[in-house]
């Protein structure tokens, strides 16, 4: 485990104890939820990103599949 020194405002940091207290939890234990928050987000957001460049310029492609699924034909009047 590491050991992590945050300088805050002494606002800031009375307003996080306040929120901690609230929850029933530590500030410790609310900035460990919060890193952990932030790091899915970050994932979800380099995954996304991925799919994004894997699919680039397969647009024709995934719109043949779209079709195919739907049962789309192309003299189809729907």
Do not use: C, I, P, W
């Not at 939890?25 to 994004?52: G, H, I, P």
């Amino acid at each position: 485990m590491t050991v992590l020194t945050v300088r805050l405002a002494d606002e800031k940091y009375q307003r996080l104890k306040a929120l901690a207290h609230a929850r029933g939890t530590s500030v410790n234990r609310l900035v460990d939820e919060m890193a952990t928050l932030m790091l899915a987000e970050f994932d979800a957001e380099t995954r996304f990103q991925v799919r994004a460049a894997r699919g680039k310029g397969q647009v024709e492609a995934g719109m043949a599949l779209l079709e195919k699924a739907l049962g789309v034909t192309e003299n189809s009047d729907q």
